[in-house]
């Protein structure tokens, strides 16, 4: 079984700048999470999806952090704009039916 | 509102010498805990789970933990830790609120 993919692994931009993150989850997993670890803390939930419907977002800056779910299976979040303390991994996770999310290797985002 | 507790930052061990990760939650009702394991430059490794039942529970790589009710405690153990073992350790609780809280972590260095 494929795990959960993420593109790109990196990215470097301006502050102001725009940037999207793109993640597949493992096939047949219903439930799509984005968490963004800043470096020294633990993952915190940004949004969780239920196929293509917002379970949780309340941590999600809505200012400037949007995330989309098209058709229950790839999702994209993206940064609008960008500020340094968006500096960290954001990583996407899946489940199906067990609690616990499967994770994906994550995408570093420096913004100096 | 649960909440989860590392209470070491860095633990540095020998190797093959026993070692002892300690996580504290907080929640006013019945929750499921995890341990994940993140090497460097990769997303988060479910290591072991506790949903119900025994209070002992052995994951992957040799790891065990056990889930201590009147402590609020999920402490994880290996008997004799191994090179392979350095990497950042999360210790994470769901709750009916069904969101994932996590710690914020536990850096485990292993000194040949």
């Known amino acids: 079984e494929a795990g959960v993919a993420q593109s790109p692994r990196y990215k470097i931009i301006e502050k102001r700048q725009s940037v999207a993150f793109w993640c597949n989850p493992i096939?047949?997993?219903?439930?799509l999470y984005w968490y963004q670890q800043i470096l020294g803390q633990g993952p915190k939930l940004l949004i969780q999806?239920?196929?293509?419907?917002?379970?949780?977002d309340s941590q999600l800056p809505k200012d400037r952090f949007s995330a989309e779910r098209l058709k229950g299976v790839d999702s994209t979040l993206k940064i609008q704009p960008a500020k340094l303390e968006d500096s960290a991994v954001y990583l996407c996770?899946?489940?199906?039916?067990?609690?616990?999310?499967?994770f994906g290797p994550g995408t570093r985002l420096t913004v100096l | 509102a649960q909440s989860v507790t590392q209470l070491d930052s860095q633990v540095p061990v020998f190797e093959e010498a026993p070692v002892e990760l300690r996580c504290n939650y907080s929640?006013?009702?019945?929750?499921?805990l995890f341990w994940y394991v993140q090497y460097p430059n990769q997303g988060l490794q479910l290591l072991l789970k506790?949903?119900?039942?025994?209070?002992l529970v052995k994951g992957i790589n040799g790891f065990e933990a056990e889930f201590n009710k009147s402590q609020t405690s999920f402490h994880l153990r290996k008997p004799s830790v191994h090179i392979s073992d350095t990497a950042e350790y999360f210790c994470?609780?769901?709750?009916?609120?069904?969101?994932?809280?996590f710690g914020s972590g536990t850096r485990l260095s292993i000194r040949p």
């Open positions: 096939s047949g997993h219903a439930t």
């Open positions: 994470a609780v769901y709750s009916s609120a069904s969101k994932i809280i």
């Open positions: 929640s006013s009702v019945s929750v499921y």
């Open positions: 996770a899946s489940s199906r039916g067990q609690v616990e999310p499967f």
């Open positions: 999806f239920q196929n293509n419907g917002v379970v949780d």
């Open positions: 506790y949903l119900s039942g025994s209070t």
